[in-house]
């Protein structure tokens, strides 16, 4: 089941493994965002009672959001997936070597532009915030630790 | 390392785009190879060597790096 949710489409697949790949993926996405929002939705009443209006609202527009993306993306992927046409564009764009390196060069460099965002931000906040800067730290922390954890994983696994 | 894709192209009469449908790539690939911008991995090398029926030293032709001594 793992396997499948988080497989990447291989060069070669056929349209229609693809076609019942990105349904299974979708389909998972769309139900997780269904269940979240069903739960939220469960959890808006008290959360209004104990927590009052602003964090009810706040969670209020968080299920209708995830509703409202759970029902777009299922709607959008029966849409595609019924153009055999798009099902083998999108394929050949998903599958391309090339297309693939140049999506993980940018994922890349978006990475180093956020660190270094994060990295600017920590340091204008030294000069006005004199308790809580400490706090504008944790960004940059945080995608450290996952970055580093993440190599030494995939090091491990691949 | 150049590539003789652009000529086995032409000598076959074919469009970048045809020869990007029947390898299952995009067209910017084949561009990218024909210009040299973008060496192709060996599963793309072996299958463009297949599609013309050729061996893949014929196709691609390593140079070793000059500034290397």
Redesign the interface.
């Known amino acids: 089941m793992f396997k499948k949710l988080f497989a990447t489409p291989q060069h070669g697949m056929s349209d229609e493994d693809y076609s019942h790949l990105t349904k299974y993926q979708i389909d998972f996405v769309s139900i997780l965002f269904i269940i979240l929002a069903i739960f939220l939705f469960a959890l808006s009443l008290p959360i209004y009672y104990f927590y009052g209006h602003k964090l009810g609202s706040f969670a209020s527009g968080l299920y209708s959001g995830l509703f409202a993306g759970a029902i777009s993306i299922k709607l959008w992927s029966v849409i595609y997936l019924s153009n055999p046409h798009e099902v083998h564009r999108r394929k050949i764009k998903d599958t391309d070597e090339r297309v693939q390196q140049v999506r993980q060069r940018a994922d890349a460099l978006t990475l180093k532009i956020l660190l270094v965002i994060a990295y600017l931000t920590f340091i204008l906040g030294l000069s006005y915030f004199t308790e809580y800067y400490w706090y504008l730290a944790t960004p940059i922390v945080l995608i450290l630790i996952l970055q580093y954890s993440l190599r030494w994983l995939f090091t491990k696994l691949l | 390392m150049k590539n003789r894709i652009q000529e086995l192209r032409k000598s076959r009469h074919m469009t970048q785009a045809e020869l990007?449908d029947k390898l299952?790539?995009?067209r910017?690939?084949i561009i990218?190879l024909e210009k040299g911008k973008?060496n192709?991995?060996l599963?793309?090398a072996h299958n463009i060597a297949s599609f013309f029926q050729l061996t893949i030293e014929t196709v691609f032709i390593f140079e070793e790096d000059k500034t290397d001594v």
């Open positions: 990007a299952e790539v995009t910017q690939t990218s973008y192709a991995s599963t793309l």
